[in-house]
C-alpha cells in the first residue's frame, strides 16, 4: 500500500506560479512512477503530467508543456508539479497518483494509488 498526500494547492491569479507536492509513504516510493491529473465538476478527471520511477523520463498534456515541470525526490519520497504561468482554464482538484504495473502513462487506469486531492483555484 502507499499513501500519497498532496499539499501546495491554493488560489493564484493568472499568470502566478505554484508549485505543487505529494509526499508519499508505505512501499518504496522509487519503484513507482507518479503522475498527476485534475479534475474540474464539469470534466473528467484527465492526465496533467508523468514521471518515471527514476526520473529519466517525464510526459505531459499538450495543454501545459512549457507551462508545468514535474520532477521528484526519491530520497525525500516526493514528487513535484510546478506550475507557471497560470491560467484560469488550469482551475481543478489536482491528484497525484502512484503505479508500478505499467511505467508512465496518461490513463488514470494505470495507476493504482491516489492521493486526495488539493485545490487550485486561478483567478482571471
Known amino acids: 500500500q502507499v499513501q500519497l498526500v498532496e499539499s501546495g494547492g491554493g488560489l493564484v491569479q493568472a499568470g502566478d506560479s505554484l508549485t505543487l507536492s505529494c509526499a508519499a509513504s508505505g512501499r518504496t516510493f522509487s519503484n513507482y512512477a507518479m503522475a498527476w491529473f485534475r479534475q474540474t465538476p464539469v470534466k473528467e478527471r484527465e492526465f496533467v503530467s508523468a514521471?518515471?520511477?527514476?526520473?529519466?523520463?517525464?510526459y505531459y498534456q499538450d495543454s501545459v508543456k512549457g507551462r508545468f515541470t514535474i520532477s521528484r525526490d526519491n530520497a525525500k519520497n516526493t514528487v513535484y508539479l510546478r506550475m507557471s504561468s497560470l491560467k484560469p482554464e488550469d482551475t481543478a482538484v489536482y491528484y497525484c497518483a502512484a503505479g508500478q504495473r505499467y511505467g508512465i502513462g496518461k490513463f488514470a487506469v494505470q495507476y493504482d494509488y491516489w492521493g486526495q486531492g488539493t485545490q487550485v483555484t486561478v483567478s482571471s
Open positions: 514521471i518515471s520511477w527514476s526520473g529519466g523520463s517525464t
